[in-house]
Structures are given as C-alpha cells and as structure tokens.
Nanobody, 115 residues
Framework: QVHLVESGGGLVQPGGSLRLSCVVSGIEFNRHDFRWFRQAPGKQREWIAR???????SYDEFLGGRFSASRDNAKSTLYLHLNNLDADDTAIYYC?????????WGRGTQVTVSS
C-alpha cells in the first residue's frame, strides 16, 4: 500500500525559510515522478512543482523562484525548500504521486507565515 507522509511545516516569520519532507513507502520510489501542491484557506489546491526520478524539477512560473524541489532516492524522500516566505504562502502543503485511476496524496503539513 502506498503511503506519503509530509512533515516539516510550522510557524515561520515573513522572509523565513522551511524545508518540507515527504517520506514515501509502498512503491519503487526511484521509478516515479512526484508533485507538490498546496491549498490555502478558501482557495483551490495549487500545483507547485514536479520532480522526475532523476531529480529534474519543473515549477509553477510564479513560485519557482522561491521554492525548490529535490529528492533522495536512497531515503525514498522528497523535499520542498521554501524561501523568502510571506503571508500568502500560508497553506497546507501536500506531496502527490500521479497514478491511475487516482493519484496518491499525503495528509499534508501546515505552513503558517506570520510575525
């Protein structure tokens, strides 16, 4: 059974940084693309980044300058580095495994940006 478990969220001041993690189990991790999303209160879920098995990443055009995705295939772990955070980045952040018929999702980790 596939599991994705996010961690690393928390309260951070504007301008601060966080590193989110997502530990994946139940699949051959190094053969799959993964994605990161976020959902802010009252808003639709928003795509942030996609990362290939080789670690090549692509980003939403507005977020890619401050966010960076990486992975450690030996640890079956994804990372999302968040930099220069502001209040608009307050959201629940999710990792995602594209699949058919349904994607797999973690439960998310809350990031709150506030002074």
């Amino acid at each position: 059974q596939v599991h994705l478990v996010e961690s690393g969220g928390g309260l951070v001041q504007p301008g601060g940084s966080l590193r989110l993690s997502c530990v994946v189990s139940g699949i051959e991790f190094n053969r799959h693309d993964f994605r990161w999303f976020r959902q802010a209160p009252g808003k639709q879920r928003e795509w942030i980044a996609r990362i290939t098995p080789d670690g090549i990443s692509s980003y939403d055009e507005f977020l890619g300058g401050r966010f960076s995705a990486s992975r450690d295939n030996a640890k079956s772990t994804l990372y999302l580095h968040l930099n220069n955070l502001d209040a608009d980045d307050t959201a629940i952040y999710y990792c995602n495994l594209p699949s058919h018929p349904d994607d797999y999702w973690g439960r998310g980790t809350q990031v709150t940006v506030s002074s």
